[in-house]
T-cell receptor
Framework: SAVISQKPSRDICQRGTSLTIQCQVD?????MFWYRQQPGQSLTLIAT?????????ESGFVIDKFPISRPNLTFSTLTVSNMSPEDSSIYLC????????????FGPGTRLTVL | GNSVTQMEGPVTLSEEAFLTINCTYT??????LFWYVQYPGEGLQLLLK?????DKGSNKGFEATYRKETTSFHLEKGSVQVSDSAVYFC????????????FGKGTKLSVKP
């Protein structure tokens, strides 16, 4: 398994502002992912964070709204831009060790509330 | 597209009761199958997995068997404890290099002493 930390653990933000969430892993991993869990809902994959290249976004998610960085094999950030109350969710990063190894480990999540 | 259907909750049981949470998935290819658990206020944890037909995943007294003929991966535990109170997610993985876990809607389990 991997130890994954996220910062901040929670935040309350104003409409129209942006928040950057950090995800740190204790070892090098090939695959890093960002998910959203809206209140009372299941998890939805936002994007795959690719090291050294642009992230791959799922249908319904765009880079302008959710820019992602992945500068190395242990770290990634997700920014929620120009926030609205509909962005209130838990945002989780997850990691997988190798492409094709389908086991993923999740961080503790960042609980975001937008007023 | 691929999808997963999970028993809706909430489920409320008394301690030491038998638990079943149903999960069925679409039969596109041969997905690996996972159950994740989310305890109150915590992130997701992998509970168990099965990667091929007839495999049985088990952990912490929970079991689930990969049933290809019924496209199911039902979660069971013979005797639940209060500490098992959590939300359980069934998640098939349909392959590819992306994080293609498809999560069910989650089943909230509450165990009363």
């Amino acid at each position: 398994s991997a130890v994954i930390s996220q910062k901040p653990s929670r935040d309350i933000c104003q409409r129209g502002t942006s928040l950057t969430i950090q995800c740190q892993v204790d070892s090098q991993v090939t695959m890093m992912f960002w998910y959203r869990q809206q209140p009372g809902q299941s998890l939805t994959l936002i994007a795959t964070a690719n090291q050294g290249s642009e992230a791959t976004y799922e249908s319904g998610f765009v880079i302008d709204k959710f820019p992602i960085s992945r500068p190395n094999l242990t770290f990634s950030t997700l920014t929620v831009s120009n926030m609205s109350p509909e962005d209130s969710s838990i945002y989780l990063c997850s990691v997988g060790r190798t492409s094709g190894n389908n086991e993923q480990f999740f961080g503790p999540g960042t609980r975001l509330t937008v007023l | 597209g691929n999808s997963v259907t999970q028993m809706e909750g909430p489920v409320t049981l008394s301690e030491e009761a038998f638990l079943t949470i149903n999960c069925t998935y679409t039969a596109t290819g041969y997905p690996s199958l996972f159950w994740y658990v989310q305890y109150p206020g915590e992130g997701l944890q992998l509970l168990l997995k099965a990667t091929k037909a007839d495999d049985k995943g088990s952990n912490k007294g929970f079991e689930a068997t990969y049933r290809k003929e019924t496209t199911s991966f039902h979660l069971e535990k013979g005797s639940v404890q209060v500490s098992d109170s959590a939300v359980y997610f069934c998640a098939p993985y349909y392959g590819g290099s992306q994080g293609n876990l498809i999560f069910g809607k989650g089943t909230k389990l509450s165990v009363k002493p």
